[in-house]
């Protein structure tokens, strides 16, 4: 079976889990690794693996020909800016995984099919990838008047990208909780734990529900249960604390993200949350393509 | 004869007092209170959220009030002293710094978990183009190692803070600890660069801290009314003033002005004084963050477990500052344990 082939654009912790996990994909071959920076690990782990590298930045590498099916873009939300712009001129589709949001976004557990031929997509940020399929999950049972969502992660799974950028977490998160999550008002915070060893990604939900009769919230808590089932068929680290809590009425919700291991260790939950929808994504627009091509 | 040191007081009666009254004051409160201050002499008053700007929160609490209307008030009711509010990268962006700008503040805190400065620099850079007094707070500074505290600090002072803060938060330093951290950030910083202390009383060491602190190098030193903060208080201003008289210290506070600002016009407003009690000395010894203290005790008469089981394990688990959703989550395991 033929697949589309892809770029990844930035050799940090997120571009480097990004290609373990291509290099298992039925339908994406990464066949390009592109960063700034000859030393770094991401672009020696890229050369063992046999993809084609270049420190040269993303400018260069399609002044020189090169034509990738879909380019992952895994920089900044400023380098993104410029990016985007580039590969629009060369119509390859762009997967981006900055906060820069120049195209739709997109959570792979609730509108992945919405955007396919949509030319560049953003895919929000990890705290967006983990708490907002459960603030889905909440509103499409009862109106949600406000989410909040608070992420923690380990110190050591935040790269220079994020710390510089944190505004962008919390504005581009919160976001994302109304547009996609559909609550009428949103706010998003995000806390860095150094503790050691690393703790897990750990996100709890808070959603102001319109009714909070018995019934409804039995309602909200078995919608809750399934978006829970349906992303571990993608992130299988994915699970509930504890159970769903009811106070007043404001639902609480607990999750906690185990990782893969495919880069970083197991604690990088919010690494393994956002590359893996992006993986996602990607598997779909590739089927999408391919049938079109064939069909 | 020794010569008289000069340090500079800023009061956080508006800011950390707010985790005790569960972010309640009203725009009537702020005005009373930041008027009585601007009378002190204190060098800057701190205001907004307990945990800052943006603060309001299911997470934290939500204000009683408007976050810009309160700024407001105290600025306008504080004409003669500098109004500063507190941004912990995070939660509060730089969106929200420049609001506050508008409503009239001249200095901002950033504020990190005391191993994470470098999700200050955007907020330290913007606030220093804006015109800002800028201080970086390097809370919860008992869990981290100085070495690693000197390092932190150099980053906030070189995004250009003004001044670092070694601070407190868990109520958990003794002096010996105070002097070693504090005098390491004087010798490593530049010396244009301040070094500041906050503290909290959980251990009765508030005062005395401050002292050493003082000793030590530090030039700013945090206060608030009737020691008004969260766990067991911040250091208690008049007393403080007091001390530092019977000391040879100029804070440039009026002492009786002090301390009728705290019984007149602070007393008068708060149902609970700050005291410390079981809970609030737990924080202190088991290390935990100030700020869980009323969460804690919420949870506690919740889920029906003792309030010191919750604090002392989340001080096991290194929770940090801002993880208040860990309370109950804790909460709720140790109620199934029983």
Redesign the interface.
């Known amino acids: 079976m033929s697949k589309l082939t892809a770029a990844i654009v930035g050799s940090g912790n997120i571009g480097t889990d990004l290609m373990v996990k291509l290099l298992r994909s039925d339908w994406l071959e990464p066949r390009w690794m592109i960063g700034i920076d000859p030393e770094s690990d991401g672009l020696r782990r890229a050369r063992d693996a046999g993809l084609e590298t270049s420190a040269e930045g993303l400018k260069a590498v399609l002044d020189a020909g090169v034509r990738p099916d879909v380019v992952f873009d895994a920089t900044s939300a400023k380098a993104h800016v410029r990016h985007a712009k580039l590969l629009r001129e060369v119509g390859i589709q762009a997967i981006d995984l900055t906060p820069a949001a120049r195209g739709p976004y997109v959570i792979a557990a609730v509108n992945l099919e919405e955007h396919l031929d949509s030319p560049n997509v953003n895919m929000v940020t990890c705290g967006g990838q983990a708490t907002v399929p459960i603030v889905y999950a909440v509103s499409r049972v009862i109106g949600v008047e406000?989410a909040?969502i608070?992420a923690?992660i380990s110190?050591r799974s935040a790269g220079?990208g994020t710390?510089?950028?944190?505004?962008e977490?919390?504005?581009t998160t919160g976001k994302a909780l109304e547009v996609i999550g559909q609550a009428r008002k949103g706010?998003a915070?995000?806390?860095?734990?150094?503790?050691n060893p690393p703790i897990l990604m750990r996100d709890?939900i808070?959603c102001?529900i319109d009714d909070p009769a018995p019934d409804v919230f039995d309602r909200v808590r078995e919608s809750i249960e399934s978006m829970v089932r349906h992303v571990q068929t993608y992130v299988p680290g994915y699970r509930l604390?504890?159970e769903p809590?009811l106070d007043g009425r404001?639902v609480?919700v607990?999750i906690e993200v185990e990782g893969l291991g495919d880069y970083l260790p197991v604690y990088a939950g919010n690494l393994d949350i956002m590359t893996a929808a992006a993986v996602k994504f990607g598997e779909e627009y590739a089927k999408h393509r391919l049938s079109v091509v064939k069909g | 004869m020794a010569e008289v040191q000069r340090i500079s007081v800023t009061d956080v009666t508006l800011r950390d007092g707010m985790h005790a009254v569960r972010h309640q004051f009203s725009l009537e409160d702020a005005r009373a209170i930041a008027g009585a201050l601007d009378k002190t002499g204190v060098a800057l008053i701190e205001a907004t959220h307990g945990d800052g700007l943006g603060g309001s929160s299911i997470q934290y609490g939500f204000s009683k009030e408007d976050e810009e209307a309160y700024l407001r008030a105290v600025c306008e009711a504080a004409p003669h002293t500098k109004v500063a509010a507190l941004l912990l990268p995070g939660i509060g962006t730089v969106e929200h710094l420049k609001r506050a700008v508008a409503c009239g503040i001249r200095a901002v805190r950033v504020a990190t978990h005391s191993t994470e400065a470098d999700i200050s620099e955007q907020h330290i850079r913007e606030a220093r183009s804006l015109g800002l007094d800028v201080v970086g707070f390097l809370m919860l500074s008992h869990m981290t190692e100085t070495p690693v505290l000197v390092e932190e600090a150099k980053k906030m002072a070189s995004y250009g803070a003004h001044c670092v803060y070694i601070v407190d938060s868990a109520g958990a330093m003794l002096m010996d600890e105070v002097t070693e951290k504090v005098s390491a950030l004087r010798d490593a910083l530049p010396s244009e660069v301040q070094v500041g202390f906050h503290a909290h009383n959980n251990l009765g060491c508030s005062v005395a801290n401050s002292l050493a602190a003082i000793r030590a190098g530090a030039v700013r030193i945090d206060a608030s009314l009737a020691g008004l903060g969260a766990g067991a208080g911040n250091t208690p201003l008049e007393v403080f003033v007091a001390a530092c008289e019977k000391s040879g210290i100029d804070t440039g506070v009026n002492l009786y002005a002090a301390m009728d600002a705290a019984e007149d016009v602070l007393g008068p407003r708060i149902s609970r004084p700050v005291r410390t009690d079981r809970a609030s000395l737990t924080l202190g010894y088991a290390g935990v963050y100030s700020s869980f203290l009323l969460h804690a005790e919420r949870a506690s008469q919740r889920f029906g477990v003792d309030a010191r089981d919750i604090l002392v394990e989340l001080g096991k688990r290194k929770v940090v500052g801002g993880q208040e959703d860990m309370i109950v989550d804790v909460a709720v395991e140790l109620a199934a344990h029983k």
Do not use: G, H, M, W
């Not at chain 1, 710390?163 to 505004?167: A, F, K, P, S, V």
């Open positions: 406000y909040e608070v923690t110190s220079p710390r510089q950028n944190i505004d977490f919390t504005e706010k915070i995000i806390i860095l734990n150094p503790a709890t808070y102001v604390n504890r809590i404001v609480s607990s």
